[in-house]
C-alpha cells in the first residue's frame, strides 16, 4: 500500500469518525458544493468503505469549485482533521494540487481520463443507443465521423422495413451532401459551410438525379443556419433519390462535435412532419451518447480544450 493510500485508511479508522462535523463560521460564506447531499451520508457503511466515498467526494466537490478545506469538510459533513488528512493524501497521490488560489484537480485525473478514452471506443459506447433508435424507429440508422471534407459511416443498423440503402461501415460522402454530414458541422463558421458545399458539389460533379433537389449555396447556408441553431439537420433527397434522413450531433467532454447519428428511410416514411417529429428522438440518443463520452448539458462544468 503507497503512503497517500495509508494515509487515506488511517483516516477512515481513527476517532475522527466520531467526531461532530465542522461548525459554521459567523461571518457568512458562499454555499459550497453539494456532492450527493450535504453532509455526506455514509455513516452506515464501513469505515474503509467511508474512506473511499470521501475521496472521491472531495474530488467531485473540487471539480464542481470547492477550493478549500471549510467547503470540502461541509460537502462532506466532517471535522476539519479528517478532510486535512484526506485531502492532503489527495494532494501526495496527485489527484489534487494545492496552488495559491486553492485546490485544483490533479495530473493523476488527466492520466486516468486519458486512459479511459481509450478504453472506450466510439462504435461501443455508441451501440446500444443505435440499437436503441433501430428499435424505435424501424429505420436504418448511422453513426458517422468527419474525416477531412467527407463524412466516414462507422456503424450502420439497417432498418426492417425491407429497403437498403448503398452507405455502410467505412462508406463516405462529403459533408455538406447528406444529413449526417450537416450535423457534424454545425459548429463551423458560415465560411467554411459554404468551402464544404462547394467541395461537395465538385465531388458529385457528375453524378445526377432524375429530380435533381441539391439546393442552391443560398438556401443551403439558410438551412445551415436552421439546423445550427435546433442542434439537428436533414437530408432532403440531397444525396440519394428518395432517402430523408434526420440527424444530430454527438460531443465530447470538451464540447467539441465528434461524430453523429442519422435515422434514414425513404419518403413514404419520412414525410415532413415525420422528420419534425424524430428530432427529439435521434437528439435524445444523440445525448446520450455524448454524455457517456463526458459531455455535460450547457450550463454545466465543461472541460475546455
Known amino acids: 500500500m503507497t503512503a497517500p493510500d495509508n494515509d487515506l485508511a488511517h483516516s477512515a479508522t481513527g476517532n475522527d469518525l466520531s467526531e461532530p462535523p465542522l461548525g459554521h463560521p459567523s461571518v457568512a460564506t458562499p454555499e459550497p458544493p453539494v456532492i450527493g447531499g450535504s453532509p455526506l451520508d455514509i455513516g452506515d457503511l464501513p469505515a474503509g468503505t467511508q474512506t473511499l466515498l470521501r475521496g472521491l467526494a472531495i474530488i467531485e466537490a473540487c471539480a464542481r469549485g470547492a477550493r478549500d478545506m471549510r467547503a470540502f469538510a461541509a460537502a462532506l459533513g466532517t471535522t476539519r482533521s479528517t478532510t486535512h488528512r484526506l485531502v492532503s493524501s489527495l494532494v501526495q497521490a496527485r489527484y489534487l494540487r494545492h496552488v495559491q ?19 472506450m471506443p466510439l462504435t461501443a459506447v455508441a451501440r446500444p443507443h443505435l440499437e436503441r433508435l433501430a428499435q424505435a424507429t ?51 463558421s458560415p465560411q467554411m459551410w459554404s468551402a464544404l458545399y462547394d467541395s461537395a458539389r465538385r465531388a458529385l460533379e457528375g453524378v445526377r438525379f432524375e429530380h435533381d ?14 439546423y445550427s441553431a435546433g442542434s439537428f439537420s436533414f437530408d432532403l433527397e440531397e444525396n440519394e433519390p428518395s432517402i430523408r434522413c434526420v440527424a ?31 428530432i427529439p428522438i435521434v437528439q435524445r440518443e444523440a445525448r446520450a451518447i455524448s454524455e457517456e463520452l463526458g459531455w455535460s448539458a450547457p450550463g454545466t462544468r465543461r472541460i475546455k480544450r
Do not use: C, W
Not at 101 to 119: C, F, M, N, S, W
Not at 150 to 170: H, N, Q, W
Not at 213 to 226: G, I
Open 138 to 188: 424501424l429505420d436504418t440508422i448511422h453513426l458517422g465521423v468527419r474525416d477531412g471534407e467527407d463524412v466516414l459511416y462507422i456503424d450502420k443498423i439497417p432498418g426492417t422495413r425491407g429497403l437498403e440503402m448503398r452507405s455502410k461501415a467505412g462508406h463516405r460522402m462529403p459533408l455538406a451532401s447528406t444529413g449526417i454530414g450537416k450535423a457534424l458541422m454545425l459548429d463551423l
Open 248 to 278: 444530430a450531433p454527438v460531443r465530447d467532454a470538451s464540447g467539441a462535435i465528434v461524430a453523429a447519428v442519422s435515422v434514414a428511410s425513404t419518403i413514404p416514411y419520412m414525410s415532413h412532419e415525420r422528420m419534425d417529429e424524430l
Open 213 to 226: 433537389n441539391r439546393p442552391d449555396k443560398p438556401l443551403f447556408l439558410q438551412r445551415m443556419v436552421r
Open 101 to 119: 488560489a486553492g485546490y485544483l484537480l490533479g495530473p493523476k485525473l488527466i492520466e486516468l481520463g486519458t486512459v479511459a478514452l481509450e478504453q
